[in-house]
């Protein structure tokens, strides 16, 4: 008996073409794609034009200087990307019958979290499991919510402007942002800087600046201090913002706790306003539809323990009110 059309696509699709697809949307390129995948351009530009040919519809637009996912294509890589995730789990939960807690937890976060909290949680659980293993990948928090989202990470940390619908969140710690000049700028060694001093100076900022972005209070503290009207230099990466700042491109925005190490070296100087600062929130993200490991279970519980054992007021880094002194 002949199946419909429908029934017959799975097993009549080859599924390393998903795979393939995937990658090539990752990398907005067939080029780019075949070198990620260390295969040649059309073997890789074929590989897509059967898979189109398998579902019938196009899926990626190419055009010269042109790349172009359809709606059927940005369908598809969704779908891609929950198998991606669902297969990445098989070692972990094929290895839930040996003795000893086994698994792999892979975390995707942005950049430049330093928390001593989760530190110790990381410390805490590698002793007591010490099969598991670890993997990291830095992105933008946008990327991170959609890496959870896709089921393709166990656990996303990250800044967050609203709840993403689906996912569950924790508070992992805040943070205090405060404005900095690299010892290069013509004020840093002046005895006292107040706002008038820095009105009109250029600034680097991080693109999620933008309103109704996670760090729109960041662009607040900017207004008030009366600082240039464009910025000067913009990234997503808290150490390229610091980079920046050191070298003199512009006042930039930094977390108190973090800039502090670089404050104490003389590398970077505070500015003012110092009291009333923003400050801003990272979570710890997971997707409550994933088939958890018994790794990632455990280290999800252990992580609730701990955030419930600490209160939110010893997650709170560089407390803003009291006036910092010169450098």
Not at 17 to 26: G, K, P, W
Not at 51 to 75: C, D, H, M, Y
Not at 167 to 182: D, H, I, N, P
Not at 211 to 229: D, H, M, Q, V
Request: include cysteine; aromatic fraction near 8%; glycine fraction near 6%.
């Amino acid at each position: 008996m002949n199946l419909p059309r429908q029934q017959r696509f799975p097993w009549n699709l080859d599924w390393n073409l998903l795979r393939t697809f995937m990658v090539i949307v990752d990398q907005r390129g067939i080029s780019k794609a075949a070198a990620s995948l260390g295969l040649k351009q059309p073997t890789v530009s074929a590989a897509l034009k059967r898979l189109e040919a398998s579902t019938g519809k196009q899926l990626i637009i190419r055009k010269p200087n042109e790349f172009i996912v359809t709606r059927s294509g940005q369908a598809l890589y969704a779908e891609c990307a929950r198998i991606f995730g669902t297969i990445s789990q098989l070692p972990s939960l094929i290895d839930a019958d040996q003795g000893a807690l086994r698994g792999h937890l892979s975390i995707v976060t942005t950049s430049a979290v330093m928390s001593r909290h989760f530190d110790d949680i990381l410390s805490d659980f590698s002793k007591t499991h010490p099969h598991v293993t670890y993997s990291f990948a830095v992105t933008e928090s946008d990327d991170v919510v959609t890496m959870i989202s896709q089921n393709r990470a166990s656990f996303g940390i990250c800044l967050l402007s609203e709840k993403p619908p689906n996912l569950e969140t924790m508070v992992l710690y805040r943070e205090f942002f405060g404005l900095y000049c690299g010892a290069r700028h013509p004020l840093f060694d002046a005895e006292e800087i107040t706002l008038k001093d820095i009105a009109g100076e250029p600034f680097v900022a991080f693109q999620t600046e933008a309103e109704g972005g996670p760090l729109e209070a960041i662009s607040r503290l900017r207004a008030r201090a009366g600082l240039a009207n464009s910025w000067r230099g913009v990234s997503s990466s808290l150490n390229e913002i610091r980079r920046m700042i050191m070298s003199n491109i512009g006042i930039g925005a930094l977390p108190l706790h973090v800039a502090e190490r670089d404050e104490q070296a003389g590398h970077i100087r505070q500015l003012p306003p110092y009291d009333e600062l923003p400050m801003v929130t990272i979570y710890l993200v997971t997707n409550p539809s994933r088939r958890q490991s018994n790794a990632e279970t455990a280290f999800l519980n252990a992580c609730e323990a701990a955030l419930t054992r600490i209160g939110i007021d010893e997650r709170t880094y560089g407390k803003s009110g009291a006036p910092y002194p010169p450098a």
